[in-house]
């Protein structure tokens, strides 16, 4: 059989504990034909074959983004990104050019606002500074808090303040109004709204369907800011990813744009239960898993969340905070998850965790072992996000379960775009040895797989490898780097076996998908902090290229 494409001349790292390298990868009518030297693979080539000369760059197979948001990081590429800007002076130049090149938004929506911004805790009063005849917000960079101005608590109906489910808060001062901070997903909808994005929030806020259903101009604007996502995600090397927010609307989007031929990426979306959702909810859940389950479009999950997150204190503690009588509480008590999770194992549903604090790392363990009691062991790869914080005697727990630790190398302090501060002091130095660990639970036995949280940090993946290859050591603390080949397949064959996409895609071999990834050099012969700066030359997914660094996409 003739070869469709030809990638040569390659430093080929395919993942494959068979044959970890090679030379040259040919591929045929979407498909991995061949993998090996140069010679065997260009005597596949005929007179139609595009042979590209990878002129000694790396080769690999297509990335697996294991953990990000993909609607709303595609809605954010168009507000304004507020990544290093600290201090008052600041912060109004960046309102006052995004607010002259957007002069009819009912809403200036920012991005990666820090929680040490300004000098003390920021409110409402501090945004009016900034600009008060607008409504304004701010996300902070974890998006679990939003800041939002008076105008905009005015457009949204909530300055009286209003009644959010638990772990969801509108924050009040003393002038019985709210000062501002708006603190998870179901508090700051309102304000998201008003900038139009109501729609595609659903998947995160509610995990509920748009009521009523969008018209289609209404839903051509949502497919081009996913579309938006798509592209920029295959700029950087990214074939497969797994969303964690999404409802039927989330695939329906993606599968009109596999009609328009515009789908870059393998997806998978979940089901988000919430918990005032009663377990006959996952008859959803089965109903996405049975009318999407191919290849390219798949449910096959559910995802919740345990807490919040560390910053803000609502990430749940098996201790106090220090300097505090405060650990947080869970969003799911240990009987109500346990109860879920013993129902979504036996309808034969993946489960994923956002679990941040030791407490929730702790309930959710439990919960899968309840599972696994009640219903057998067996091979269902649930998983835990984030794991920031985790009790020493609950590491082993992972690995004896078969539980996936899917970590973000970006969120360590220091690694990347997020400071050591505050974050570090919220869970205190007795703790530091505890947080953010990788080589640990591998050593343990967890399966790992990495990813970014798009659009919390860069999607980067060679920024993330990079990150992974050099963050620091916290004081009492264990060296938590994994080396680069163990890093690599945390990003390909390991968050593909996290996905059950392990017979799809994450490593080149005959007869897996043509999901491949060109780097701009030899990621082996540079320095760790140099791959951050290295760059994609091309990406291929099922054989098409949704990427060239020459064409610009």
């Not at 929506?109 to 409504?135: E, I, K, N």
Request: glycine share 12%; aromatic share 6%.
């Amino acid at each position: 059989m003739q070869a469709d494409r030809i990638i040569t001349n390659a430093r080929v790292l395919t993942m494959d504990p068979h044959c970890p390298r090679a030379e040259a990868v040919a591929m045929a009518a979407g498909r991995i034909l061949a993998v090996g030297s140069r010679r065997v693979i260009e005597a596949l080539a005929g007179p139609r074959t595009d042979v590209i000369d990878a002129r000694g760059r790396t080769v690999l197979p297509g990335f697996v983004e294991s953990h990000l948001h993909l609607v709303l990081g595609g809605a954010e590429l168009a507000h304004l990104q507020l990544g290093g800007v600290y201090g008052m002076d600041a912060l109004r130049g960046a309102f006052a050019g995004f607010g002259t090149i957007n002069p009819d938004a009912p809403l200036l929506m920012a991005q990666g606002g820090s929680y040490t911004m300004l000098d003390h805790p920021m409110t409402r009063h501090d945004l009016d500074r900034v600009l008060p005849d607008r409504p304004i917000a701010i996300t902070a960079a974890d998006h679990h808090t939003v800041w939002a101005n008076t105008a905009a608590l005015k457009a949204a109906g909530i300055l009286q303040g209003m009644h959010c489910p638990h772990g969801h808060e509108v924050v009040m001062g003393a002038d019985g109004l709210a000062t501002g901070e708006l603190r998870e997903f179901e508090a700051f909808a309102p304000v998201i709204a008003l900038g139009g994005e109501a729609r595609l929030n659903l998947g995160i806020a509610t995990g509920e369907e748009p009521s009523p259903w969008p018209s289609a101009a209404e839903t051509a604007i949502d497919r081009a800011k996913v579309a938006a996502g798509l592209r920029h995600c295959a700029a950087h090397g990214i074939t497969s990813m797994v969303n964690m927010d999404g409802n039927r609307f989330t695939l329906e989007l993606l599968d009109g744009l596999r009609r328009e031929g515009k789908l870059t990426a393998r997806v998978k979306v979940p089901f988000h239960f919430k918990p005032h959702m009663g377990l006959e909810a996952l008859d959803r859940a089965e109903a996405m898993t049975r009318d999407y389950n191919d290849d390219w479009l798949q449910c096959g999950f559910v995802k919740l969340f345990m807490d919040g997150v560390v910053d803000s204190r609502t990430a749940y503690m098996l201790r106090d905070y220090p300097g505090t009588q405060h650990r947080s509480d869970p969003l799911f008590s240990p009987t109500r998850f346990a109860e879920f999770a013993i129902e979504a194992d036996r309808r034969g549903l993946q489960i994923a965790v956002h679990a941040i604090g030791d407490g929730a790392v702790r309930n959710t363990i439990d919960g899968y072992e309840a599972a696994a009691r009640a219903n057998g062991r067996r091979d269902m790869r649930h998983r835990i996000e984030h794991i920031e914080l985790i009790d020493p005697a609950d590491v082993p727990r992972l690995g004896g379960v078969g539980i996936v630790a899917s970590l973000q190398p970006p969120h360590a302090p220091g690694a990347m775009d997020f400071a050591m501060q505050p974050t570090l002091d919220v869970i205190g130095a007795s703790r530091w040895g505890d947080a953010y660990l990788c080589k640990t639970l591998v050593g343990q036995g967890a399966r790992v797989a990495f990813a970014s949280d798009w659009p919390v940090t860069d999607v980067s993946v060679l920024r993330g490898l990079s990150a992974a290859l050099t963050r620091p050591t916290y004081a009492g603390g264990v060296d938590e780097r994994l080396d680069l080949m163990d890093s690599l397949h945390a990003y390909t064959a390991g968050g593909a076996w996290a996905a059950h996409r392990d017979g799809v895609t994450g490593c080149l071999r005959a007869g897996l998908a043509a999901d491949v990834v060109m780097l701009n050099g030899d990621i082996e012969a540079v320095a760790p902090k140099a791959i951050a700066d290295m760059g994609i030359t091309l990406t291929l997914c099922g054989g098409q290229i949704t990427y060239s660094a020459g064409s610009g996409g």
